[in-house]
């Protein structure tokens, strides 16, 4: 999936503006954390490429701010896995985002902190990113299962001929 077919995508699943996502997207391609093309073949997008978009786009601090916004909440641990990996492995992977049960809860602030919840074949898997923060929360932004799952089931599609 080339960029500004994922910017489109998370637009509709997310309700992130697809303009304002293009900013931010322009901002981590500069940045080289996303590819960049000068003509066609144009590069597909790894998963992890496609979470720091999804990230970026709602945990969005500013344009300017893009890159430091990805490094922050993909940079989250659990253990030794970073949210970055555990997210891209999650939407590879469409059966361990049902709709009805997945999900993604960052809380912003000083200290970020996400938890997110996947299905495995034991059952409901929630791994928890970042330290516990007794401090303040800016905001609180939830990925609603049935988002996760839509963009999971798009970015998993056999890509269409043009």
Known sequence: MRKSECVNLLARHLGVRATRLTSL????AEAELLPTACGPPYPDLEPVEIVRMLLVGICDEGIG????????????????????????????????????????????????????????????????????????VERIVTVSGSALAAVSDEINQPAQAA
Do not use: M, N
């Not at 997207?25 to 981590?28: E, G």
């Open 25 to 28: 997207t322009q901002r981590l």
């Open 65 to 136: 701010a893009a890159p430091k916004t990805v490094e922050r909440y993909c940079g989250l641990h659990c253990g030794t896995i970073d949210l970055e990996t555990a997210l891209a492995h999650a939407l590879s992977r469409p059966e361990s985002v049902l709709a009805a049960h997945a999900s993604l809860r960052i809380s912003t602030g000083d200290h970020p902190q996400a938890i997110l919840i996947t299905v495995s074949p034991d059952g409901l898997r929630e791994q928890v990113f970042g330290e516990p923060s007794f401090g303040s």
